[in-house]
């Protein structure tokens, strides 16, 4: 029975083998990587990747497949898998060979007389983050581990040494009999582990630890080099469904060396439903998509672009505009990934998604009919610049400012919330630039009655809330863990969080003593006496430093905060409009080109990079106009898409080849309504006759904007705004008041309607274009006939039922 | 009340379906098959019937489970950090046979041939399962071989072998070892010397090769002459082992008695006046009197949350001063084995204790070296059961007596035999002497090979032996402020190439 068995395997697999080259021809050459090598240590082998191109527009991944030769086997050998081990010194040529092409790789050895010993910073600690010694859960934990602490994911080798090698008489390791080390011994599960089997025997990892033991786990001399940059490679693959992928990890070093690290680098897969990726770096594509593959080595970051794209049925590609930087860039990247876009929106629905995104409510009927009826070419163009024009423009977008900037009476007074208020507003209307809007809050000081900006440093708690707001807000980064150790997913240390902490740290917010007994009136002081503050790690001063750059050179005594939003705000810089390009793409989109779009960093890379480039150079260019660019974004075609898929978009949820259907925000939601009803609603604890963007802060009572996810304004984060859906939101508009009420109020539209004495379809049309801002389409008018002459003469009746109906439906609570 | 119309592409009208799908999260995003389908619809059919095939083969396997090359390992891989002697949790062991059979205090772990009624099984699946504890759930693989297992009746084919390397004692080492304890006999002629897994001794006043006493730990933590000079103790163990201690005749090398206790090492400690008793901290929190004779009981005074690093009898024999990882020092009694106070909370872990019999001493990393009055800390006390007994009269500030700061982080302390000097070892190149009577400096040696971990005093004090993380041992004649360095060696051969690149 096993014989049977074994023998079916072995023709199974021969006949998986023979399948594997797909129907799709290679053309290019084969290409092994590196071309040439030059090794210089027994222990360091490199890895080759071998890679090819189809006729198909694929890469393809020979390095499992292939077949490699050495010229002289004495200088240096190749494993079945691609590894080339140096043997004695000399220079020989490598073949390989796949899919009947060949490729030649040049080596060089130059060992050194002496063997190299293991290093403890360039060998060991690698060892400990990929057996996972070091992570958070683990040895890595603050408090360490039944007693043995390592710094977290390797942060610092100067403490992580005597941790292995000193403390508790070098109980951990034992230099003269290695293989009986507690360390080895506990790794390979040979002794009970609560952290389980981390090596295995034999391994990598174990030999690379038992050597540096047995060779007297010795520390490193100062002038070891250090870890300068590490590169992936290949950098972008385009891969078939089901393809495997080797990727390739090397490292350079401040003595310009480079080491293949590809089996102790941490491989992981951005998107899991794209592909997985296993120990060393093999990546198998799993699904449609496109992901990120991200590789850490020793704190380092390296990321490579991987597209699993459907076979080349015919696809014929979209002609690339040229009269759009947006459509440009968002096209050129859908014919990369086989995707025709879907079609425009139709007039009706495109206003509306204009008219909720700009100016936070949906059109009326009289606009929806304006709008249909005008025959104008560049009548969308005109309704943008038109809605831009509108007070709810100042509404809408002051509010977006207000939750950024956390304006908030649960840390500012009154007369401060309204102040600061008035000064986004004023902001806003007259479309400030974002360069000098940054600026004047980062320079702010003083109370509401000196500068009303001075609310944003009163919002603090601290400095380090300082910094986190700001840098969270205006560079869309978290430096929160960087407080306490090196960002787990970004290259941020405590030097960085500190040098910014510098830059703020003059600020001190004090009691108001103009306004004694106002709750919360705080007024902002700046100290230029302040010097740099302590960085923890080393204790000693961090000087500023700013964020992700060079340490400037400042005169004692400066308020040291206009040297940083100068500096932020400068046309070059990395961050500013950047993010704050992307942040505002993600409000018209269900998405940032980054997301998320507070937490920028180099793992979570931009979808589509060169529209990101693009964008924001043209905002730079237009002197941060915020108008501009939403001029740009909304009259793309990218934007006013139809949320209908084709055949090639329907599993494209990244690259806005099609809208992708989003709930409508609280305050647009709820103003929406009272539109469409013509019942407004009272909130208390605000000032009578506002509507729902209008509202200084979330402390207000409205059970509506609170289950529909308003933010309380106390993170500087777009997500304390909650903006999925639950049951309570479907329950809260079947069962409860906020549409039934409306509907049946004797002063609501259906009662308004009856009134003029309409006939049915002039009714219905009515009740659409209030509701939903749209005409019913014929089938839609044909349904609601059959159901308002269900109910006789209860016309009223009728006219409500049908109207909580639609506002019930989908077509109400998203914008498609 | 269901409206059933039809705005075109979308259905009008909440339900939960639509809601729950319709309206997941900030994108709505069409409805899609599953990753799985869409993997598996790209595949040609004969490559599903290859699916199938393979799976046939993966069920054909549970013909035969071995307990041996496959239930052990994932036992060893996923349990045995919890399920192992000295922690058994719930109870339950599986690091040996019977312990396995016997099951945990939840009863057996598994029916033979039931997999359905076994705990085992009931454990490792469920959503999310109970076990592994805070670890990834088990492979189905992994399950499928558990539950085969079981249903095959639970057959021990073979008890799983664990290899632990043997203790190696080098002829001559490659780096010279780190000295991690030292004694003196009493009249001050003779060091005892603890390196690794070996115990050397050396006379200080002639160059006769040191004597080599081999064992079978893999670290000696604690070297120690008894108070007559008649015995010398050995202690220590495998780190996560067993600890243990070993008795020489320090005239002729020869063993006397060996006695292994727990499941990790001892940590230091000290003889009892009488010689008849040595004290040593232990893994588990306890302090372990262990008897010279290798028939007496071993007992044990279990008073700290963690390591108990050291430990020291007072001159009357009567209560023991101990010192923790767990930050604290605590006096306990002889002869009630209940603690009786603890006397101090230090920021860091505590490396030594000693007395003088006025007072216990206690240092360690924070760099303080206190004393502590007993009669003041211990006023009001009485032994009444396992907590600290009766409300203390005193608090610490009346009772601390404070030594100098140390310049670095305290390794080691020594008690001469007269009590009258206390030597203090750190990390730094300097170790000082102390009056006990007065707490002041008596001698400083300024240049010792740094760190220094283990110091020792003879009966008068006026000789010092200390050793280095370096593998160097210095001898100083301490007699007078001067102290006067009689010798420095290293132990044990090395071979000289590897020493010198240290």
């Known amino acids: 029975?096993?014989?049977?068995?074994?023998?079916?395997?072995?023709?199974?697999?021969?006949?998986?083998?023979?399948?594997?080259?797909?129907?799709?021809?290679?053309?290019?050459?084969?290409?092994?990587?590196?071309?040439?090598?030059?090794?210089?240590?027994?222990?360091?082998?490199?890895?080759?990747?071998?890679?090819?191109?189809?006729?198909?527009?694929?890469?393809?991944?020979?390095?499992?497949?292939?077949?490699?030769?050495?010229?002289?086997?004495?200088?240096?050998?190749?494993?079945?898998?691609?590894?080339?081990?140096?043997?004695?010194?000399?220079?020989?040529?490598?073949?390989?060979?796949?899919?009947?092409?060949?490729?030649?790789?040049?080596?060089?050895?130059?060992?050194?007389?002496?063997?190299t010993p293991a290093s403890f910073r360039q060998d060991v600690m690698p060892v400990l983050s990929k057996g996972g010694c070091n992570m958070g859960a683990c040895h890595g934990y603050s408090l360490g581990k039944n007693g043995f602490k390592l710094t977290l994911r390797g942060a610092d080798a100067d403490k992580d040494y005597p941790a292995l090698t000193d403390e508790f008489m070098e109980r951990r390791i034992n230099r003269h009999n290695p293989a009986a080390s507690l360390v080895l011994l506990k790794a390979l599960g040979d002794l009970p582990h609560e952290g389980g089997v981390r090596f295995d025997h034999g391994g990598l990892l174990h030999e690379t630890m038992r050597r540096w033991i047995a060779e007297g786990a010795r520390d490193d001399a100062p002038t070891l080099p250090t870890l300068v940059s590490v590169t992936i490679y290949p950098e972008k693959v385009v891969a078939m469904p089901r393809a495997r992928q080797q990727f390739q990890l090397v490292a350079k070093y401040s003595d310009g060396s480079l080491r293949d690290v590809s089996r102790t680098g941490i491989f992981t897969v951005n998107t899991e439903r794209v592909a997985r990726v296993d120990e060393v770096g093999l990546v198998v594509a799993t699904d449609l998509g496109e992901t990120a593959i991200v590789a850490r080595y020793e704190g380092i970051f390296a990321v490579a672009n991987f597209i699993v794209l459907p076979p080349n049925k015919g696809f014929q590609p979209t002609p690339v505009p040229t009269d759009n930087l947006v459509d440009r860039h968002i096209i050129t990247k859908l014919n990369d990934l086989r995707i025709r876009p879907s079609d425009l929106a139709d007039d009706e629905r495109f206003l509306r998604r204009a008219s909720v995104d700009l100016i936070g409510v949906q059109p009326k009927p009289e606009e929806v009919l304006a709008f249909v009826a005008d025959t104008s070419t560049d009548k969308r163009e005109k309704a943008i610049a038109a809605f831009m024009k509108r007070n709810e423009f100042v509404d809408w977008w002051s509010l977006k400012w207000g939750d950024l900037l956390q304006n908030s009476r649960n840390t500012l007074s009154d007369p401060a919330v309204y102040a600061f208020r008035e000064w986004i507003r004023a902001a806003v209307a007259r479309n400030l630039p974002m360069d000098e809007f940054a600026r004047e809050l980062l320079t702010a000081r003083g109370s509401f009655a000196d500068h009303p900006a001075a609310a944003y440093f009163a919002v603090s708690k601290d400095t380090d809330d300082t910094l986190q707001r700001s840098t969270q807000v205006f560079a869309g980064v978290r430096m929160l863990c960087a407080k306490c150790h090196p960002h787990p997913f970004e290259q941020w240390t405590q030097a960085d969080y500190y040098g910014v902490h510098s830059f703020f740290n003059q600020v001190a917010t004090k009691p108001d003593p103009r306004q004694t007994g106002v709750q919360n009136a705080k007024t902002v002081l700046v100290n230029l006496a302040t010097g740099s503050s302590t960085n923890p790690r080393t204790n000693k001063p961090q000087p500023p430093r700013y964020l992700g750059g060079s340490e400037p050179k400042l005169e004692a005594g400066v308020d040291k905060r206009e040297d940083y939003a100068r500096w932020l705000t400068s046309p070059d810089n990395p961050h500013f409009a950047r993010s704050l390009v992307n942040r505002v793409w993600s409000y018209f989109f269900h998405r940032g080109i980054m997301d998320p779009v507070d937490d920028l960093r180099s793992t979570s890379p931009p979808i589509n990079a060169p529209l990101l480039d693009a964008l924001t150079k043209d905002f730079v260019e237009h002197k941060f106009d915020l108008r501009h660019l939403m001029q740009v974004i909304v009259s793309s075609r990218a934007y006013q898409r139809s949320s209908v898929p084709n055949d090639t978009n329907g599993h494209d949820d990244a690259n806005f080849s099609h809208a992708i259907p989003r709930r409508l925000p609280a305050e647009a939601m709820l103003d929406s309504l009272v539109q469409a009803t013509g019942v407004k609603e009272n909130f208390g604890g605000a000032p009578a006759g506002f509507n729902a963007a209008q509202l200084p802060d979330g402390n207000v009572q409205s059970d509506f904007l609170t289950l529909f996810g308003k933010p309380q304004r106390m993170e500087a984060c777009e997500c304390e705004r909650d903006l999925g859906a639950n049951m309570l939101q479907a329950l809260h508009f079947i069962n409860g008041k906020s549409i039934l009420d409306r509907v049946t109020s004797a002063s609501g539209r259906p009662a308004l309607l009856i009134q003029q004495k309409l006939d049915d379809d002039k009714l219905i049309e009515q009740l659409y274009l209030w509701s939903l801002a749209r005409k019913p389409a014929a089938k839609e008018v044909a349904l609601a006939k059959k159901f308002m002459a269900a109910y006789g003469d209860k016309r009223a009746e009728a006219a409500q039922d049908f109207m909580w109906g639609l506002l019930n439906s989908r077509d109400f609570t998203l914008l498609h | 009340m269901k409206h059933g119309l039809n705005t075109g592409k979308e259905p009008i009208g909440w339900s939960v379906g639509c809601t729950m799908h319709g309206l997941g999260y900030r994108g709505v995003h069409h409805l899609q098959p599953s990753p799985l389908i869409r993997v598996l619809s790209v595949f040609h059919p004969w490559l599903k019937a290859v699916f199938a095939l393979l799976l046939c083969v993966s069920t054909a396997r549970a013909a035969d489970v071995s307990y041996q090359r496959e239930v052990w390992p994932i036992f060893k891989r996923h349990c045995l950090g919890c399920h192992t002697e000295g922690k058994a949790k719930g109870g339950l062991r599986l690091d040996d046979i019977a312990a396995l059979?016997?099951?945990?205090?939840?009863?057996?772990?598994?029916?033979?041939?039931?997999?359905?009624?076994?705990?085992?099984?009931?454990?490792?699946?469920?959503?999310?399962?109970?076990?592994?504890?805070?670890?990834?759930?088990?492979?189905?693989?992994?399950?499928?071989?558990?539950?085969?297992?079981?249903?095959?009746?639970?057959?021990?084919?073979?008890?799983?072998?664990?290899?632990?390397?043997?203790?190696?004692?080098?002829?001559?080492?490659?780096?010279?070892?780190?000295?991690?304890?030292?004694?003196?006999?009493?009249?001050?002629?003779?060091?005892?010397?603890?390196?690794?897994?070996?115990?050397?001794?050396?006379?200080?006043?002639?160059?006769?090769?040191?004597?080599?006493?081999?064992?079978?730990?893999?670290?000696?933590?604690?070297?120690?002459?008894?108070?007559?000079?008649?015995?010398?103790?050995?202690?220590?163990?495998?780190?996560?082992?067993?600890?243990?201690?070993?008795?020489?005749?320090?005239?002729?090398?020869?063993?006397?008695?060996?006695?292994?206790?727990?499941?990790?090492?001892?940590?230091?400690?000290?003889?009892?006046?009488?010689?008849?008793?040595?004290?040593?901290?232990?893994?588990?929190?306890?302090?372990?009197?262990?008897?010279?004779?290798?028939?007496?009981?071993?007992?044990?005074?279990?008073?700290?949350?963690?390591?108990?690093?050291?430990?020291?009898?007072?001159?009357?024999?009567?209560?023991?001063?101990?010192?923790?990882?767990?930050?604290?020092?605590k006096v306990s009694s002889v002869e009630s084995l209940k603690l009786l106070r603890s006397i101090d909370q230090s920021p860091d872990i505590i490396n030594a204790v000693a007395t003088d019999g006025t007072n216990a001493i206690s240092a360690g990393n924070a760099r303080a070296l206190n004393g502590f009055d007993f009669k003041l800390a211990l006023a009001g006390v009485e032994v009444t059961g396992s907590g600290n007994g009766a409300r203390p009269a005193n608090n610490r500030d009346q009772y601390v007596r404070a030594y100098e700061t140390q310049p670095e982080a305290v390794m080691a302390l020594a008690m001469s035999g007269d009590r009258k000097l206390l030597a203090v070892a750190t990390r730094a190149a300097e170790v000082r002497v102390y009056q006990t009577d007065n707490r002041q400096r008596k001698v400083a040696i300024a240049k010792a090979p740094a760190p220094v971990q283990a110091v020792a005093l003879n009966q008068d004090g006026t000789r010092l032996l200390l050793g280095s993380k370096t593998g160097e041992v210095q001898v100083y004649d301490t007699a007078t402020a001067a102290a006067k360095l009689l010798k420095t060696l290293v132990p044990v051969p090395v071979a000289p190439a590897r020493a010198a690149a240290r």
Not at chain 2, 134 to 139: D, G, K, M, R
Request: hydrophobic content about 40%; proline content about 8%.
């Open chain 2, 101 to 329: 059979k016997k099951g945990g205090k939840h009863g057996a772990l598994f029916v033979a041939g039931k997999p359905d009624k076994s705990l085992l099984m009931q454990q490792v699946t469920g959503d999310p399962p109970e076990m592994p504890e805070n670890e990834p759930p088990l492979t189905a693989e992994k399950v499928k071989i558990l539950r085969d297992w079981i249903a095959q009746g639970a057959k021990i084919d073979a008890a799983p072998k664990v290899e632990r390397p043997p203790v190696v004692i080098p002829a001559t080492y490659a780096f010279a070892p780190s000295v991690t304890s030292v004694s003196l006999s009493p009249d001050g002629k003779l060091a005892a010397v603890a390196v690794r897994s070996e115990v050397v001794l050396f006379n200080v006043d002639d160059d006769a090769p040191p004597r080599r006493l081999a064992t079978d730990f893999d670290l000696i933590t604690h070297v120690e002459f008894s108070p007559d000079g008649k015995r010398l103790g050995a202690a220590g163990g495998s780190p996560q082992q067993f600890g243990g201690v070993i008795f020489f005749d320090p005239a002729d090398g020869k063993r006397q008695s060996s006695r292994r206790v727990g499941n990790d090492t001892l940590f230091k400690g000290s003889f009892s006046p009488d010689g008849q008793t040595i004290a040593l901290g232990g893994s588990g929190g306890a302090i372990h009197l262990i008897p010279v004779d290798a028939k007496a009981e071993v007992k044990a005074i279990d008073l700290h949350s963690d390591w108990v690093m050291a430990v020291a009898y007072t001159p009357d024999g009567k209560q023991l001063v101990s010192g923790s990882r767990d930050k604290t020092t």
């Open chain 1, 1 to 115: 029975m096993n014989r049977i068995l074994t023998l079916l395997c072995a023709l199974l697999a021969a006949l998986r083998l023979s399948a594997a080259p797909a129907p799709d021809p290679v053309v290019g050459d084969l290409i092994a990587t590196p071309a040439s090598l030059t090794l210089v240590h027994t222990e360091r082998p490199h890895s080759l990747v071998v890679m090819a191109r189809t006729k198909g527009g694929y890469d393809v991944d020979f390095t499992g497949s292939a077949t490699f030769r050495s010229s002289n086997e004495k200088v240096a050998r190749v494993t079945p898998a691609g590894w080339v081990q140096p043997v004695a010194n000399g220079s020989a040529t490598l073949t390989v060979q796949a899919s009947g092409k060949t490729a030649k790789v040049s080596v060089t050895v130059q060992l050194p007389a002496e063997p």
